[in-house]
């Protein structure tokens, strides 16, 4: 049961004498320990009274609450510049009154759009980001569209539109193509997005991924983790986490995007020979190691893509010394890639090349067969990180 006291209809001879009254039956529920319910759907006539008369900058600003709205609701809807007395208690505010709000009208751009980001005159060529954003501001205000009106069409904010105009912040490519839906453009936005979101890889990898999607053949022995163009999402984020980024998001996305090489029209043959270790090692959590192995797992049905893993029992190999990748061209020499702490390596030294092909030969002699290594990713899978409690393990015949 409410108390009637608290909301009476109120009558509002003028807005800063209703809007007071209006804040005594508030105080009076909140003191009380009551939460705003419909009940205070009169206390919101009164500030809806009160909005009446309201004018900011000398003209009405908006229109008031509908009858029978809460007060909580109405506050929301009104903007006032008649000052409300502060409340008195344990619920007031330290410190000195607050300052009266002042009007200011927004300002806008050329196209009409409240700014949301700084508009700074970009030069195309400093990078493949600014390009981009440079092409994207030119053909919406062609298409005479306000940044908001774009992002309404591609369901996005028109904030978004302007960072990403501005270089601020990096598009992805379900950006690219609805841009390009919205504004008609034959696909510019998905061929350039690309070439983004490589720039955001390292310098020093770059030049790598660059060879890789141009391979026709690829094998790689990992010792420590999955195969990058291998790995989901999340397993990727926690792996690129741990060197703490300034740009981890970008980095992710420019990641799944370089695997887009593997479902083009004609993938390369990827050949992967795993280390046992990389299977074992909780990298993010039991959920996001599932989740990988069973990644791994689909690539049975893909006739492009073999794993084989090495397994704990087969001692010493031939690659202790750590990871590398060997990349296959149709008219080009062969490319022995390898990393250390800082950077990465890249040879198309004959004798280089030689020696790493040997041992990659003895690592895969050494390795499981497809299948069996197949069988042993769904083992550690179930018995490392299925589900403690027995729901979900199938055993394996």
Request: one cysteine or more; a positive charge; hydrophobic letters at 40%.
């Amino acid at each position: 049961m409410t108390n009637g006291s608290d909301t009476r209809a109120l009558a509002a001879p003028s807005p800063p004498a209703a809007l007071r009254e209006c804040s005594r039956a508030w105080s009076r529920r909140v003191k009380g320990g009551r939460s705003p319910s419909r009940s205070d759907a009169t206390a919101g006539s009164a500030l809806e009274a009160a909005a009446e008369g309201a004018t900011l900058g000398g003209r009405p600003h908006q229109k008031p609450a509908k009858p029978g709205t809460p007060l909580c609701a109405a506050r929301c809807r009104v903007r006032l510049v008649t000052q409300v007395p502060p409340i008195e208690g344990r619920f007031a505010l330290s410190g000195p009154a607050p300052r009266r709000a002042r009007y200011a009208p927004p300002q806008a751009d050329n196209g009409g759009d409240f700014l949301v980001v700084n508009v700074r005159d970009l030069d195309p060529s400093a990078s493949p980001l600014s390009y981009y954003g440079s092409e994207l501001r030119r053909l919406r205000e062609a298409a005479g569209l306000r940044q908001a009106q774009l992002g309404e069409i591609v369901y996005c904010t028109g904030s978004l539109i302007g960072q990403i105009e501005t270089a601020k912040k990096v598009p992805t490519r379900d950006f690219s193509e609805r841009i390009d839906a919205a504004l008609m453009t034959g696909g510019v936005f998905s061929r350039l997005i690309g070439l983004v979101l490589r720039s955001q890889l390292p310098n020093w990898f770059q030049p790598y991924a660059e060879m890789e999607a141009k391979a026709a053949y690829i094998s790689t022995y990992q010792s420590q983790m999955v195969y990058g163009l291998l790995q989901t999402e999340a397993y990727a984020r926690a792996v690129m986490a741990t060197g703490l980024p300034d740009n981890l998001e970008e980095l992710v996305a420019a990641r799944m995007d370089r695997q887009r090489l593997l479902t083009r029209e004609r993938p390369p043959m990827v050949w992967v020979v795993l280390d046992e270790a990389a299977l074992c090692r909780p990298i993010g959590s039991s959920k996001v190691m599932r989740a990988q192995l069973e990644h791994l797992l689909s690539f049975r049905r893909e006739r492009w893509v073999r794993i084989q893993v090495l397994p704990f029992a087969a001692g010493e190999h031939a690659s202790l010394i750590g990871s590398f990748n060997a990349l296959r061209f149709d008219d080009d020499p062969d490319i022995v890639y390898t990393e250390d702490l800082i950077s990465g390596h890249m040879t198309a030294n004959p004798e280089t090349v030689k020696e790493a092909a040997l041992r990659y030969a003895h690592l895969q002699a050494s390795a499981l067969s497809v299948e069996d290594s197949a069988e042993l990713i769904m083992r550690v899978m179930e018995d490392r990180y299925g589900d403690r409690t027995g729901h979900g393990r199938r055993a394996l015949a």
